[in-house]
């Protein structure tokens, strides 16, 4: 595991490091970890996105807990803190079906809509998905290194991997 300092990241949560660090969440099940990084400005994010779409929110909305929002704004912090999507490439992880549905029922499916949608922003802004771990029916942690860009995943059923 990464020695350094660690920012973490909630649930329905986003954040970048600059420079040195690393990012971390924990809890992926349905839920899809994006992680974003520029290797030249060493500029890193991470969005802990919960649900793929804020159509379905009322009211005022947290804009880090869907896709469609929470990638975005991301990317807005990044570049302003000099990172290009030009250069950012993204890794996936989580999106699992975490219980046993009728998984003809679209709605059922939220791993899978999550990481659907999360790749459809991200193909919007031209920015390539290099390595994923998602789906399963598992939970995951992940930590990304600001420095290297290594994202190293971690899960209690099929151990660690680094991507």
Do not use: W
């Not at 804009?63 to 030009?86: H, V």
């Not at 459809?120 to 029916?137: M, S």
Request: charged share 25%.
């Amino acid at each position: 595991m990464i020695q350094q300092n660690v920012v973490k990241v909630g649930m329905a949560d986003l954040n970048i490091v600059v420079g040195e660090g690393a990012l971390r969440t924990t809890g992926l099940g349905s839920c899809v970890g994006v992680t974003l990084y520029d290797s030249v400005a060493k500029i890193a994010g991470m969005a802990h996105v919960m649900l793929p779409s804020s159509d379905i929110a009322r009211g005022p909305i947290n804009i880090a807990k869907f896709a469609d929002t929470a990638l975005p704004e991301m990317i807005r912090l990044m570049e302003r803190e000099g990172a290009s999507t030009r250069r950012m490439e993204a890794k996936l992880a989580g999106g699992a079906q975490m219980f046993a549905f009728d998984t003809r029922k679209d709605t059922m499916r939220i791993g899978p809509r999550n990481v659907e949608s999360c790749k459809a922003v991200l193909n919007r802004y031209g920015i390539p998905v290099k390595a994923e771990d998602t789906g399963g029916n598992y939970g995951r942690t992940i930590e990304l290194d600001c420095a290297t860009g290594i994202l190293h995943i971690r899960s209690v059923q099929h151990g660690s991997r680094d991507l």
